[in-house]
T-cell receptor, first 113, second 114 residues
Framework: AQKVTQAQTEISVVEKEDVTLDCVYE???????LFWYKQPPSGELVFLIR??????QNEISGRYSWNFQKSTSSFNFTITASQVVDSAVYFCALTSNAGKSTFGDGTTLTVKP | NAGVTQTPKFQVLKTGQSMTLQCAQDMNHEYMSWYRQDPGMGLRLIHYSVGAGITDQGEVPNGYNVSRSTTEDFPLRLLSAAPSQTSVYFC?????????????FGQGTRLTVV
């Protein structure tokens, strides 16, 4: 069975601070896919990034960056210079090659002005 | 291009009633899935479909039925509603088997069973 753990239930930072959201996963598959989604207070789910298990290259997109390490089964997400609009629940998810998806319980990020 | 459309947005059911949550996508996506989201928890997969005529169970399938007669539609049926099924339901679709593409989500259906 596959599992995704987001150990940080809630994080609170002050605007302009950097913040890292942790994600640790378990799977027996050699091919799998990792995702991060954002769920703002309005409730919709917004795709942020996808990573394939065979591509450990880290990625930066503006203030967002992702660190994928297979050796530690982690896929962490960093927001640099956080803003109030970053306040949301962030979900890490793993999809098997067969198509089954497992989500973590989410990390609620609050960015205070 | 409407994306993924879920109806209704809100629903209150009495215990024992049945109903169907509708999900439609206009992106010609092969893969569709249903999740439920309970307070303080992530999304849990109920059922999914890798193409028309093919469905499979996810993590929490009991009490729910699905069918996929067309590429566009993937309805979720609650056979006999129970208070434990009070949740927010999300439908999602993606281009392939969700393996290497992002999922597009509907706006969600907030279901209360009394």
């Amino acid at each position: 069975a596959q599992k995704v753990t987001q150990a940080q239930t809630e994080i609170s930072v002050v605007e302009k601070e950097d913040v890292t959201l942790d994600c640790v996963y378990e799977t027996r598959d050699t091919t799998y896919y990792l995702f991060w989604y954002k769920q703002p207070p309005s409730g919709e789910l917004v795709f942020l990034i996808r990573r394939n298990s065979f591509d450990e290259q880290n990625e930066i997109s503006g203030r967002y960056s992702w660190n994928f390490q297979k050796s530690t089964s982690s896929f962490n997400f960093t927001i640099t210079a956080s803003q109030v609009v970053d306040s949301a629940v962030y979900f890490c998810a793993l999809t098997s090659n067969a198509g089954k998806s497992t989500f973590g319980d989410g990390t609620t990020l609050t960015v205070k002005p | 291009n409407a994306g993924v459309t879920q109806t209704p947005k809100f629903q209150v059911l009495k215990t024992g009633q049945s109903m169907t949550l509708q999900c439609a996508q206009d992106m010609n996506h092969e893969y569709m899935s249903w999740y439920r989201q309970d307070p303080g928890m992530g999304l849990r997969l109920i059922h999914y479909s890798v193409g028309a005529g093919i469905t499979d169970q996810g993590e929490v399938p009991n009490g729910y039925n699905v069918s996929r007669s067309t590429t566009e539609d993937f309805p979720l049926r609650l056979l006999s509603a129970a208070p434990s099924q009070t949740s927010v339901y999300f439908c999602a679709s993606s281009y392939s088997r969700a393996s290497n593409t992002e999922a597009f989500f509907g706006q969600g259906t907030r279901l209360t069973v009394v």
